[in-house]
C-alpha cells in the first residue's frame, strides 16, 4: 500500500526549533516530494519541494532562510527543519509525493499529517 | 489572501450538480499553467481528484470532472452524495510568485 507518514510534530517555543520527518513506503528515490501546511481554520499553503535525487529545493518564502526541506533516500524519508518559529508556524505539515516536472508539479499521495504548535 | 480564488461556500441536495470556481490571474492559469484539484476531510489526507485540468485519476469516480477556460478552472460534481461533504481546494503555479498556489478551498455542504 502506498502511504507517508509523518512524524515529528508537538510544541515548541518561539524562536525554537523542530525536526519533521515522513517515511514513505514506495521508493523514494524517485520521487520529488513536497511539504504542505495547514493553519488552523485555514487552507492548504504550500511550504516546500525537493527534486528526486535532493540536487533542486523550492521553498515558500514565508518559510525561506527559516525552513529546510532535505531527503536522505537511503533511509526513504523526507525532512523538514524549520528553525526560529513563530506563530503562524502553527499548522498541520503534511508530506505529499509530486508528479510532473516543476512547474506544473501536482500531489498524488498524501500523508495524514502531523501537528506542530508554536507556543510560549 | 489566496491568489486563487475560490467560493467559500457551495451547497446542493443529493443527486443534483455543483460547481465549485477558481479564478486566477495573467501570471497562473491565464498563462496556461495547470489546474488540480483536491478532496480534504480535515484530519485526513488530503486527496488528489482531478490533474492537469480534466484528468480524473483511477478510482476517482466519474462524477467529478474539472474545466478550465481563460483566467479561471472549474471543478463540476454530479449525482451529489453525502461522502462528498467535504473541502475543496485548486492548485496551480504563479510565476510572479515562482511558487505552488492553492486557492483558499470551498466547504461544499451536502443538504
Known amino acids: 500500500q502506498v502511504q507517508l507518514v509523518e512524524t515529528g510534530g508537538g510544541e515548541a517555543q518561539p524562536g525554537g526549533s523542530l525536526r519533521l520527518s515522513c517515511a514513505a513506503s514506495?521508493?523514494?528515490?524517485?520521487?520529488?516530494m513536497h511539504w504542505v501546511r495547514q493553519a488552523p481554520g485555514k487552507g492548504l499553503e504550500w511550504v516546500a519541494f525537493i527534486e528526486h535525487d535532493g540536487n533542486v529545493q523550492n521553498h515558500a518564502e514565508s518559510v525561506k532562510g527559516r525552513f529546510t526541506i532535505s531527503r536522505d533516500n537511503s533511509k526513504n524519508t523526507l525532512y523538514l527543519q524549520m528553525s526560529s518559529l513563530t506563530g503562524e508556524d502553527t499548522a498541520v505539515y503534511y508530506c505529499a509525493r509530486s508528479r510532473q516536472p516543476p512547474p506544473t508539479y501536482y500531489m498524488d499521495v498524501w500523508g495524514k499529517g502531523t501537528t506542530v504548535t508554536v507556543s510560549s | 489572501q489566496s491568489v486563487l480564488t475560490q467560493p467559500l461556500s457551495v451547497s446542493g441536495a443529493p443527486g443534483q450538480r455543483v460547481t465549485i470556481s477558481c479564478t486566477g490571474s495573467s501570471s497562473n492559469i491565464e498563462a496556461g499553467y495547470a489546474v488540480h484539484w483536491y478532496q480534504h476531510l480535515p484530519g485526513t489526507a488530503p486527496k488528489l481528484l482531478i490533474s492537469?485540468?480534466?484528468n480524473r485519476p483511477s478510482g476517482v469516480p466519474d462524477r467529478f470532472s474539472g474545466s478550465k477556460s481563460g483566467t479561471s478552472a472549474s471543478l463540476a460534481i454530479t449525482g451529489l452524495q453525502a461522502e462528498d461533504e467535504a473541502d475543496y481546494y485548486c492548485q496551480s503555479y504563479d510565476s510572479a510568485l515562482s511558487d505552488v498556489v492553492f486557492g483558499g478551498g470551498t466547504k461544499l455542504t451536502v443538504l
Open positions: 514506495f521508493n523514494l528515490k524517485n520521487f520529488g
Open positions: 492537469n485540468n480534466n
